[in-house]
């Protein structure tokens, strides 16, 4: 259903998009990286994403994910500054 519908996936975003913007936020990315962020996780679900996934498992999903990326992110920064925190 997803998969193949442009509307759908306008839909999911326009519903979700917000929401991993906050899990950016409250990691305390820049407003880049939160971007480059929540653009892999969107590419990751299209990836994985399946037509019998519902609406609270996509949600799920991409929360998970999201909160994931952030981490690398930190962790990337973390390196390129030597290790310092």
Same mark, same amino acid.
């Given at each position: $259903?997803?998969r %193949?519908s442009? /509307? #759908? !996936?306008? /839909?999911?975003? &326009?519903?979700y %998009? ?5 899990v950016g936020a409250?990691?305390q990315l820049?407003r880049?990286?939160?971007?480059? &962020? #929540?653009?892999t996780? !969107?590419l990751k @679900?299209i990836?994985?994403?399946?037509d #019998?996934a519902g609406?609270?498992e996509v949600a799920?999903?991409? /929360? &998970?994910t999201?909160?994931?990326?952030c981490?690398?992110? @930190?962790a990337?920064?973390?390196q $390129? @500054?030597?290790?310092?925190a």
């Amino acid at each position: $259903m997803i998969r %193949n519908s442009d /509307k #759908a !996936w306008h /839909k999911l975003f &326009a519903e979700y %998009n917000r929401q991993l913007q906050c899990v950016g936020a409250e990691y305390q990315l820049s407003r880049e990286d939160t971007e480059d &962020a #929540a653009q892999t996780t !969107w590419l990751k @679900l299209i990836e994985t994403s399946t037509d #019998a996934a519902g609406r609270e498992e996509v949600a799920r999903l991409l /929360k &998970a994910t999201m909160r994931r990326e952030c981490l690398r992110r @930190l962790a990337g920064e973390s390196q $390129m @500054l030597g290790g310092v925190a």
